[in-house]
Protein backbone atom coordinates (compact mmCIF):
# COMPACT_ATOMS: atom_id res chain seq x y z
CA UNK A 1 0.00 0.00 0.00
CA UNK A 2 1.49 3.46 -1.33
CA UNK A 3 0.84 7.04 0.02
CA UNK A 4 -1.00 9.21 -1.95
CA UNK A 5 0.13 11.89 -3.87
CA UNK A 6 -0.46 15.50 -3.38
CA UNK A 7 -2.93 15.62 -6.17
CA UNK A 8 -4.19 11.77 -6.23
CA UNK A 9 -7.69 11.10 -8.57
CA UNK A 10 -10.44 10.86 -6.50
CA UNK A 11 -13.01 9.37 -8.66
CA UNK A 12 -17.16 10.01 -7.45
CA UNK A 13 -18.59 6.62 -9.18
CA UNK A 14 -22.49 7.08 -9.37
CA UNK A 15 -22.04 11.12 -8.99
CA UNK A 16 -25.97 11.71 -7.84
CA UNK A 17 -26.75 14.69 -4.96
CA UNK A 18 -24.02 13.61 -2.37
CA UNK A 19 -21.42 12.78 -4.98
CA UNK A 20 -21.95 15.37 -6.90
CA UNK A 21 -21.92 18.11 -3.97
CA UNK A 22 -18.56 16.24 -2.45
CA UNK A 23 -16.97 15.62 -5.40
CA UNK A 24 -17.70 19.29 -6.63
CA UNK A 25 -16.29 20.82 -3.24
CA UNK A 26 -13.15 19.10 -3.46
CA UNK A 27 -12.97 19.83 -6.89
CA UNK A 28 -13.47 23.35 -6.11
CA UNK A 29 -10.20 23.43 -3.72
CA UNK A 30 -8.46 21.68 -7.08
CA UNK A 31 -8.14 18.32 -6.61
CA UNK A 32 -8.05 15.91 -9.22
CA UNK A 33 -11.81 14.58 -8.99
CA UNK A 34 -13.19 12.60 -11.59
CA UNK A 35 -16.79 12.19 -12.23
CA UNK A 36 -18.98 9.20 -13.11
CA UNK A 37 -22.81 9.05 -14.15
CA UNK A 38 -26.02 10.20 -15.50
CA UNK A 39 -25.02 11.44 -18.81
CA UNK A 40 -27.61 13.92 -18.52
CA UNK A 41 -26.06 15.35 -15.40
CA UNK A 42 -22.36 15.52 -17.31
CA UNK A 43 -23.46 16.92 -20.38
CA UNK A 44 -25.10 19.82 -18.36
CA UNK A 45 -22.44 20.30 -15.48
CA UNK A 46 -19.40 20.29 -18.48
CA UNK A 47 -21.24 22.79 -20.40
CA UNK A 48 -22.77 25.17 -17.58
CA UNK A 49 -20.50 24.15 -14.68
CA UNK A 50 -21.71 23.58 -11.00
CA UNK A 51 -22.96 25.57 -8.51
CA UNK A 52 -22.26 24.64 -4.52
CA UNK A 53 -24.32 26.01 -1.85
CA UNK A 54 -25.07 24.75 2.02
CA UNK A 55 -27.60 26.35 4.81
CA UNK A 56 -24.74 28.48 6.57
CA UNK A 57 -22.22 29.30 3.75
CA UNK A 58 -22.61 31.12 0.38
CA UNK A 59 -22.48 29.94 -2.90
CA UNK A 60 -19.64 28.23 -4.96
CA UNK A 61 -19.30 28.17 -8.65
CA UNK A 62 -17.35 25.74 -10.70
CA UNK A 63 -16.83 26.50 -14.36
CA UNK A 64 -17.66 23.38 -16.54
CA UNK A 65 -14.06 23.31 -18.20
CA UNK A 66 -13.15 22.69 -14.81
CA UNK A 67 -14.82 19.41 -14.10
CA UNK A 68 -13.54 16.03 -15.27
CA UNK A 69 -17.21 13.95 -16.39
CA UNK A 70 -16.29 10.35 -17.28
CA UNK A 71 -18.25 8.00 -19.91
CA UNK A 72 -16.06 5.28 -19.94
CA UNK A 73 -15.37 2.77 -17.43
CA UNK A 74 -11.67 2.04 -19.00
CA UNK A 75 -11.22 5.70 -17.33
CA UNK A 76 -11.71 4.06 -14.10
CA UNK A 77 -8.09 2.87 -14.57
CA UNK A 78 -6.87 6.43 -13.48
CA UNK A 79 -8.27 6.47 -9.86
CA UNK A 80 -6.62 6.14 -6.81
CA UNK A 81 -9.33 6.59 -4.55
CA UNK A 82 -12.92 5.58 -5.65
CA UNK A 83 -16.20 7.35 -3.55
CA UNK A 84 -19.06 4.86 -4.26
CA UNK A 85 -22.25 6.98 -4.48
CA UNK A 86 -24.88 4.72 -5.94
CA UNK A 87 -28.17 2.92 -4.81
CA UNK A 88 -27.65 0.50 -2.28
CA UNK A 89 -29.46 -1.95 -5.22
CA UNK A 90 -26.78 -1.41 -7.54
CA UNK A 91 -23.76 -1.94 -5.01
CA UNK A 92 -23.24 -5.60 -6.77
CA UNK A 93 -22.94 -4.21 -10.49
CA UNK A 94 -20.39 -0.84 -8.93
CA UNK A 95 -18.47 -3.29 -7.65
CA UNK A 96 -18.18 -5.73 -10.58
CA UNK A 97 -16.90 -2.91 -12.74
CA UNK A 98 -13.99 -1.60 -10.07
CA UNK A 99 -12.95 -4.86 -9.69
CA UNK A 100 -12.50 -5.10 -13.45
CA UNK A 101 -10.94 -1.41 -14.55
CA UNK A 102 -9.49 -0.07 -11.44
CA UNK A 103 -5.73 -0.94 -10.75
CA UNK A 104 -3.92 -2.47 -7.97
CA UNK A 105 -3.96 -0.50 -4.93
CA UNK A 106 -6.90 1.82 -4.91
CA UNK A 107 -8.69 2.42 -2.25
CA UNK A 108 -12.68 2.65 -2.75
CA UNK A 109 -15.04 3.90 0.19
CA UNK A 110 -19.04 3.66 -0.07
CA UNK A 111 -20.72 6.35 0.77
CA UNK A 112 -23.86 5.39 0.66
CA UNK A 113 -27.02 4.47 2.85
CA UNK A 114 -27.49 1.54 4.65
CA UNK A 115 -25.14 -1.55 6.87
CA UNK A 116 -23.74 -3.64 4.66
CA UNK A 117 -22.73 -2.14 1.05
CA UNK A 118 -18.93 -2.64 2.05
CA UNK A 119 -19.46 -6.51 2.48
CA UNK A 120 -21.17 -6.59 -1.03
CA UNK A 121 -17.98 -4.48 -2.83
CA UNK A 122 -15.68 -6.16 -0.74
CA UNK A 123 -17.33 -9.45 -2.01
CA UNK A 124 -15.92 -8.97 -5.77
CA UNK A 125 -13.70 -6.88 -5.15
CA UNK A 126 -10.71 -8.69 -3.67
CA UNK A 127 -7.40 -7.38 -4.30
CA UNK A 128 -8.18 -3.48 -3.02
CA UNK A 129 -8.97 -2.04 -0.04
CA UNK A 130 -12.46 -1.58 0.56
CA UNK A 131 -13.80 1.04 2.99
CA UNK A 132 -17.03 2.11 5.03
CA UNK A 133 -18.07 5.93 5.19
CA UNK A 134 -21.07 7.79 6.79
CA UNK A 135 -22.80 10.84 5.24
CA UNK A 136 -24.33 12.46 7.88
CA UNK A 137 -26.11 15.50 5.94
CA UNK A 138 -28.52 16.02 3.31
CA UNK A 139 -28.13 17.17 -0.03
CA UNK A 140 -31.03 18.71 -2.82
CA UNK A 141 -30.19 19.97 -6.02
CA UNK A 142 -31.93 22.93 -7.63
CA UNK A 143 -31.94 22.52 -11.35
CA UNK A 144 -31.32 26.11 -12.12
CA UNK A 145 -28.15 26.90 -14.80
CA UNK A 146 -25.45 25.73 -13.37
CA UNK A 147 -26.98 22.92 -11.54
CA UNK A 148 -26.86 23.56 -7.80
CA UNK A 149 -26.31 21.52 -5.73
CA UNK A 150 -27.38 22.35 -1.49
CA UNK A 151 -26.29 20.78 2.13
CA UNK A 152 -29.76 21.27 3.53
CA UNK A 153 -28.25 20.49 6.83
CA UNK A 154 -25.49 20.00 9.81
CA UNK A 155 -23.95 16.87 9.48
CA UNK A 156 -20.16 14.91 8.63
CA UNK A 157 -18.82 12.36 7.21
CA UNK A 158 -17.54 9.35 9.23
CA UNK A 159 -15.06 6.95 7.27
CA UNK A 160 -13.30 3.91 8.30
CA UNK A 161 -9.78 4.63 9.97
CA UNK A 162 -7.00 4.14 7.34
CA UNK A 163 -4.34 6.36 6.16
CA UNK A 164 -6.25 6.65 3.11
CA UNK A 165 -9.37 7.51 4.89
CA UNK A 166 -6.95 10.28 6.92
CA UNK A 167 -5.53 11.35 3.49
CA UNK A 168 -9.19 11.96 2.14
CA UNK A 169 -10.21 13.26 5.42
CA UNK A 170 -8.14 16.05 5.12
CA UNK A 171 -8.93 17.17 1.79
CA UNK A 172 -12.81 17.37 2.58
CA UNK A 173 -11.87 18.75 5.70
CA UNK A 174 -9.70 21.79 3.39
CA UNK A 175 -12.89 21.92 1.16
CA UNK A 176 -14.92 22.92 3.90
CA UNK A 177 -16.44 19.28 4.80
CA UNK A 178 -16.69 18.52 8.36
CA UNK A 179 -14.93 14.82 8.73
CA UNK A 180 -13.24 12.32 10.26
CA UNK A 181 -12.03 8.87 10.82
CA UNK A 182 -13.63 5.98 13.28
CA UNK A 183 -12.43 2.63 13.78
CA UNK A 184 -15.96 1.51 15.06
CA UNK A 185 -17.66 2.46 11.83
CA UNK A 186 -20.45 -0.53 12.02
CA UNK A 187 -21.41 1.30 15.51
CA UNK A 188 -21.13 4.41 13.10
CA UNK A 189 -23.53 3.01 10.31
CA UNK A 190 -26.18 1.10 12.56
CA UNK A 191 -26.66 4.78 14.26
CA UNK A 192 -27.06 6.48 11.35
CA UNK A 193 -29.38 3.57 10.12
CA UNK A 194 -31.62 4.56 13.00
CA UNK A 195 -31.95 8.07 11.70
CA UNK A 196 -32.31 6.93 7.82
CA UNK A 197 -35.67 5.24 9.15
CA UNK A 198 -37.50 8.49 8.53
CA UNK A 199 -36.88 7.81 5.07
CA UNK A 200 -39.95 5.79 4.56
CA UNK A 201 -41.84 7.63 6.79
CA UNK A 202 -40.53 11.33 5.00
CA UNK A 203 -41.96 9.69 1.27
CA UNK A 204 -45.27 8.42 2.58
CA UNK A 205 -45.66 12.01 4.08
CA UNK A 206 -44.81 13.45 1.19
CA UNK A 207 -43.65 17.06 2.90
CA UNK A 208 -40.28 18.59 3.40
CA UNK A 209 -38.36 17.04 6.06
CA UNK A 210 -38.88 20.22 8.58
CA UNK A 211 -42.16 19.82 7.86
CA UNK A 212 -43.05 16.78 8.30
CA UNK A 213 -40.76 16.89 12.07
CA UNK A 214 -43.02 19.26 12.88
CA UNK A 215 -45.70 17.12 12.94
CA UNK A 216 -46.30 14.46 15.70
CA UNK A 217 -47.79 11.71 14.38
CA UNK A 218 -45.39 11.65 11.90
CA UNK A 219 -42.34 12.18 14.52
CA UNK A 220 -44.70 9.13 16.68
CA UNK A 221 -44.39 6.66 13.73
CA UNK A 222 -40.88 7.31 13.53
CA UNK A 223 -40.54 6.71 17.26
CA UNK A 224 -41.95 3.51 17.23
CA UNK A 225 -39.86 2.33 13.84
CA UNK A 226 -36.63 3.35 16.25
CA UNK A 227 -38.05 1.70 19.56
CA UNK A 228 -38.36 -1.13 17.57
CA UNK A 229 -34.56 -1.62 15.65
CA UNK A 230 -33.13 -0.84 18.89
CA UNK A 231 -35.17 -3.97 20.35
CA UNK A 232 -33.64 -6.04 17.67
CA UNK A 233 -30.12 -4.64 17.22
CA UNK A 234 -29.74 -4.49 20.86
CA UNK A 235 -31.03 -8.23 21.01
CA UNK A 236 -27.93 -8.99 18.42
CA UNK A 237 -25.07 -7.37 20.61
CA UNK A 238 -24.79 -4.25 18.08
CA UNK A 239 -24.67 -0.93 20.33
CA UNK A 240 -25.12 2.14 17.78
CA UNK A 241 -23.08 5.08 17.99
CA UNK A 242 -24.94 8.56 18.96
CA UNK A 243 -25.45 10.15 15.68
CA UNK A 244 -25.52 14.32 16.37
CA UNK A 245 -26.21 15.56 19.49
CA UNK A 246 -28.86 12.66 20.84
CA UNK A 247 -28.12 8.95 22.11
CA UNK A 248 -30.22 6.44 20.36
CA UNK A 249 -32.35 5.54 23.53
CA UNK A 250 -33.25 8.59 24.15
CA UNK A 251 -34.40 9.69 20.21
CA UNK A 252 -38.12 7.80 20.99
CA UNK A 253 -38.96 9.74 23.63
CA UNK A 254 -37.96 13.00 22.32
CA UNK A 255 -39.86 12.37 19.18
CA UNK A 256 -42.96 11.74 21.31
CA UNK A 257 -42.84 15.11 23.13
CA UNK A 258 -45.47 17.59 22.60
CA UNK A 259 -44.62 20.24 19.63
CA UNK A 260 -43.82 22.88 21.35
CA UNK A 261 -41.72 21.16 23.79
CA UNK A 262 -39.97 18.88 21.09
CA UNK A 263 -39.09 22.40 18.82
CA UNK A 264 -37.14 23.73 22.06
CA UNK A 265 -35.42 20.93 22.80
CA UNK A 266 -34.41 19.68 19.33
CA UNK A 267 -33.78 22.54 17.75
CA UNK A 268 -30.69 20.85 16.23
CA UNK A 269 -32.66 18.48 14.27
CA UNK A 270 -34.64 20.99 12.90
CA UNK A 271 -31.41 22.80 11.42
CA UNK A 272 -32.57 22.28 7.72
CA UNK A 273 -33.62 24.16 5.31
CA UNK A 274 -37.26 24.72 4.24
CA UNK A 275 -37.15 22.66 1.17
CA UNK A 276 -34.93 19.78 1.85
CA UNK A 277 -36.73 16.11 1.47
CA UNK A 278 -34.89 12.59 2.06
CA UNK A 279 -32.76 10.95 -0.88
CA UNK A 280 -35.76 8.12 -0.97
CA UNK A 281 -38.11 11.03 -1.96
CA UNK A 282 -35.74 11.98 -4.23
CA UNK A 283 -35.47 8.33 -5.88
CA UNK A 284 -39.33 8.45 -5.77
CA UNK A 285 -40.01 11.44 -7.74
CA UNK A 286 -37.29 10.76 -10.21
CA UNK A 287 -38.91 7.10 -11.06
CA UNK A 288 -36.08 4.91 -9.42
CA UNK A 289 -36.25 2.27 -7.31
CA UNK A 290 -36.84 2.70 -3.21
CA UNK A 291 -33.91 1.75 -0.94
CA UNK A 292 -36.61 1.38 1.57
CA UNK A 293 -35.55 -2.35 1.71
CA UNK A 294 -31.95 -1.66 2.84
CA UNK A 295 -33.32 0.69 5.45
CA UNK A 296 -36.55 -0.53 7.21
CA UNK A 297 -35.94 -3.83 5.43
CA UNK A 298 -32.31 -4.15 7.00
CA UNK A 299 -34.12 -4.03 10.77
CA UNK A 300 -36.69 -6.63 9.48
CA UNK A 301 -34.31 -9.36 8.16
CA UNK A 302 -32.11 -8.95 11.44
CA UNK A 303 -35.10 -9.80 13.00
CA UNK A 304 -36.49 -12.45 11.18
CA UNK A 305 -32.93 -14.15 11.57
CA UNK A 306 -33.24 -14.11 14.82
CA UNK A 307 -36.29 -14.78 15.75
CA UNK A 308 -37.32 -11.24 16.60
CA UNK A 309 -40.86 -9.50 15.10
CA UNK A 310 -40.61 -6.05 13.63
CA UNK A 311 -44.43 -5.44 12.63
CA UNK A 312 -43.87 -1.21 12.62
CA UNK A 313 -40.91 -2.14 10.18
CA UNK A 314 -43.12 -4.38 8.33
CA UNK A 315 -46.13 -2.12 7.71
CA UNK A 316 -43.28 0.80 7.10
CA UNK A 317 -41.69 -1.39 4.33
CA UNK A 318 -45.53 -2.72 2.66
CA UNK A 319 -46.42 1.40 2.84
CA UNK A 320 -43.64 2.49 0.96
CA UNK A 321 -43.37 -0.30 -1.46
CA UNK A 322 -46.79 0.30 -2.39
CA UNK A 323 -46.13 3.93 -2.79
CA UNK A 324 -43.61 3.40 -5.64
CA UNK A 325 -45.54 0.99 -7.23
CA UNK A 326 -48.21 3.50 -7.86
CA UNK A 327 -50.85 1.92 -5.43
CA UNK A 328 -50.47 4.49 -2.95
CA UNK A 329 -51.98 4.13 0.31
CA UNK A 330 -55.11 6.33 1.11
CA UNK A 331 -54.39 8.21 4.42
CA UNK A 332 -56.34 11.66 4.84
CA UNK A 333 -53.69 12.59 7.83
CA UNK A 334 -50.56 11.80 9.48
CA UNK A 335 -53.18 10.90 12.39
CA UNK A 336 -54.53 7.57 10.20
CA UNK A 337 -50.81 7.20 8.90
CA UNK A 338 -50.06 6.74 12.45
CA UNK A 339 -53.92 4.52 13.54
CA UNK A 340 -52.71 1.81 10.56
CA UNK A 341 -48.75 1.21 12.15
CA UNK A 342 -50.20 0.98 15.47
CA UNK A 343 -52.61 -1.74 14.01
CA UNK A 344 -49.93 -3.57 12.35
CA UNK A 345 -48.48 -3.70 15.82
CA UNK A 346 -51.20 -4.59 17.65
CA UNK A 347 -52.74 -7.44 15.00
CA UNK A 348 -48.78 -8.90 15.97
CA UNK A 349 -49.27 -8.78 19.93
CA UNK A 350 -52.78 -10.03 19.73
CA UNK A 351 -51.47 -12.88 17.38
CA UNK A 352 -48.84 -13.87 19.21
CA UNK A 353 -50.69 -13.90 22.95
CA UNK A 354 -54.15 -15.03 21.23
Not at 188 to 213: A, E, F
Not at 272 to 286: H, L, Y
Request: proline fraction near 3%.
Amino acid sequence: MTDLAEKAVITIFGAGLVGCYVGGMLASRGNNVLFFGREKTGNSVTQYGMALSSHHKPIRTIAGDHLKWISSEAALAGSDLVLVCVKSADTAKAAAIIDEYCKAGTTIISFQNGIGNGDTLRQTIKDNTVLAAMVGFNVVRFDEQPLRYHCASEGEIIIEDHAHSQYLVQKLRDADITSRTDSNIQSILWGKLLLNLNNGVNVLSDLPLKQQLENRYYRKILALSIEEALGVIRFCGIKPAKIGKVKPEFTPALLRLPNFIFKILAGSMLKIDENARSSMWEDFVAGRRSEIDYLNGAVCSLGADHGRPTPVNDKIVELVSLKFDGREPDFASARDMYDAVIQAKNRHHTNETG
